[in-house]
T-cell receptor, first 115, second 114 residues
Framework: DGGITQSPKYLFRKEGQNVTLSCEQN?????MYWYRQDPGQGLRLIYY???????QKGDIAEGYSVSREKKESFPLTVTSAQKNPTAFYLC??????????????FGPGTRLTVL | AQSVSQHNHHVILSEAASLELGCNYS??????LFWYVQYPGQHLQLLLK??????LVKGIKGFEAEFIKSKFSFNLRKPSVQWSDTAEYFC????????????FGSGTQLTVLP
């Protein structure tokens, strides 16, 4: 069954702790993305990766870090430097065409609450 | 940088009513345009997209959208909505200057009353 998995679905952390969100895809896609979704603000791009061992900052990268050691995996770490980390986090992947016409496929999301 | 505006934040319709959701973007060059939908409890998924050719594009579930370059718009339409169309709808764009970065609008919540 092809798709994108994110775990866990809900995550609670204390303020000041780093937390890592998992994203795995078995679609053989080159490109992967992390978005943050807040009510009334749509989706905002945090980081994206076009190929293994390479990634670029999106619009709101401050306080986040990523790695891309394997094609199928793109974990996101929310660090203590992120001022307002409570949000819904979505991972996506796509074939990775340079034309910008790709369809992105999304995971189910992780809702992070920082107490 | 490009931006996308969706002016309708929440739309409420009765079943069988016609739907039009507005989407405007700000970028003067070549664009690729998308509508994504998030049904309650489901993954965000693609409804339709436009990147060239006929400016009227058809998507899944009877939705269509029209690209009007002179108005920088890509409005989503459906002639007769159903209760199952209740969802949040997002317009998004990639541009020739930022082809790998999808920029989303703030979304429109559509509620269809039975």
């Amino acid at each position: 069954d092809g798709g994108i998995t994110q775990s866990p679905k809900y995550l609670f952390r204390k303020e000041g702790q780093n937390v890592t969100l998992s994203c795995e895809q078995n679609l053989n896609h080159d490109a992967m993305y992390w978005y943050r979704q807040d009510p009334g603000q749509g989706l905002r791009l945090i980081y994206y990766s076009q190929i293994v061992n390479d990634f670029q900052k999106g619009d709101i990268a401050e306080g986040y870090s990523v790695s891309r050691e394997k094609k199928e995996s793109f974990p996101l770490t929310v660090t203590s430097a992120q001022k307002n980390p409570t949000a819904f986090y979505l991972c996506a992947s796509s074939v990775g065409r340079a034309s910008g016409t790709d369809t992105q496929y999304f995971g189910p999301g992780t809702r992070l609450t920082v107490l | 940088a490009q931006s996308v505006s969706q002016h309708n934040h929440h739309v409420i319709l009765s079943e069988a009513a016609s739907l039009e959701l507005g989407c405007n973007y700000s970028y003067g060059g070549t664009v690729n345009l998308f509508w994504y939908v998030q049904y309650p409890g489901q993954h965000l998924q693609l409804l339709l997209k436009y990147f060239s050719g006929d400016p009227l594009v058809k998507g899944i579930k009877g939705f269509e959208a029209e690209f009007i370059k002179s108005k920088f718009s890509f409005n989503l339409r459906k002639p007769s909505v159903q209760w199952s169309d209740t969802a949040e709808y997002f317009c998004a764009v990639t541009t020739s200057g930022s082809a790998r970065q999808l920029t989303f609008g703030s979304g429109t919540q559509l509620t269809v009353l039975p």
